[in-house]
């Protein structure tokens, strides 16, 4: 899941997404696609029997539970079908989780930490995905995150109206904050978020990620020591954790994934991004770049400055990372894989083309793609919070949570 991720809302760690499947839809005949699909696929006889014993199952519940090896396939798949996903040759590679008995919070947050040593492998990043419970009607969402990846960085409100951290979590620093979380007493600029977990029979609850499990790399430039006075650093795992998996039909909204990061999601979009943290300016003023006027082209200067201090630092610091030369040739491989398979190859084009050496890579510069987005796939679900990071708060919450200012 190396992927081309972020473009618009920051890192997105291997697999960008989709962004709307909420029409209705006829969950049996979804169901009854995949299974053809799933039979077909895995060369598995059968499909018949288990169409009819699915539609019984859908008349009775409303929904229906996939085998274990459904589950899998539909995961694989659903990476494989992920249209923004740059990063889709290791497809079949992906180490599914199945953990639909985990129904607690405690429970989940001992598998996401879990999830964190297993996709970290000593810095030897694996794709993994770990899936939870499905969504079931009457009762709705079982479990969710509200965080939009296990590993992120506040976004500090100042007295002097200024942002300390990242920026594209602010929102999610005043709710966590408004849940009871309290910051650390001198703020930094790299202060691990803590998840907030809930599901449908628990209130959102604060769970601190466990430290000893975040691998994180600074970051150094091999040819300009002063590079590291930036003090900038960077975490090796990307985790999206706000994405909803559907297969055949079925919604599994808390379903984590990661792949392992392009270079560029950290170098021009994390740390380049001027709603980001917005290093442009400090790299070219350390290059000594005419930033007086655009026409000397220091934006891009600094920024290519910066991604190879990216690859370098991921590198040195043994941790799997991926350049975008190498990660056109292998999605170059995909797609020829996908047509000898006799599959259409879908693709956003904005989101395949990078911004740091892909107009280089022709090959992918210069095709188009299926822009249809098919199920299984993964999409984008509402944030849980709203502004004042209270919104998605319980009544019993709120209460509990002005109790707690008043005292």
Known sequence: MSA???????????????????SPVDVTAEAVEFLHLY???????????????????????GTYRHTGDELVHGAKVAWRQSARCVGRVRWAGLRVRDRRGVTTVAGIAEELARHLAVADNGGRIQSVMTVFAPDRPGVGLRARLWNDQLIRYCGHRMDDGSILGDPAQVAMTDAVRAL????????GRFDLLPWVLETAYEDPTLVEVPRELVREVALTHPAYPWFEELRLRWHALPVISNMRLRVGGVDYSCAPFNGHYLGDEVGTRNMGDGDRYDQLLPVARGLGLDTSREDTLWREHAALVINQAVLHSFRAAGVRVSDPHTESELFMRFCAQEERAGRPVHGDWSWLN??????????????????????PNLWQTDRAYGPAGVEALSLRQRHDVARRREG
Request: with cysteine.
């Open 354 to 375: 990078g911004s740091v050496g892909w107009a280089a890579l022709h090959a992918v510069h210069h095709r188009y793609y299926d822009t249809r987005v098919p199920n």
């Open 4 to 22: 081309r991720a972020g473009v618009r809302a920051g890192d997105a760690g291997g697999c960008p997404v989709s962004h709307a499947s909420d």
């Open 180 to 187: 009871g979380w309290h910051p650390p007493p001198v703020p």
């Open 39 to 61: 039979h077909e696929e895995r060369r598995l006889p059968g499909v018949a029997d288990r169409v009819a014993r699915v539609r019984e199952e859908i008349a009775v519940t």
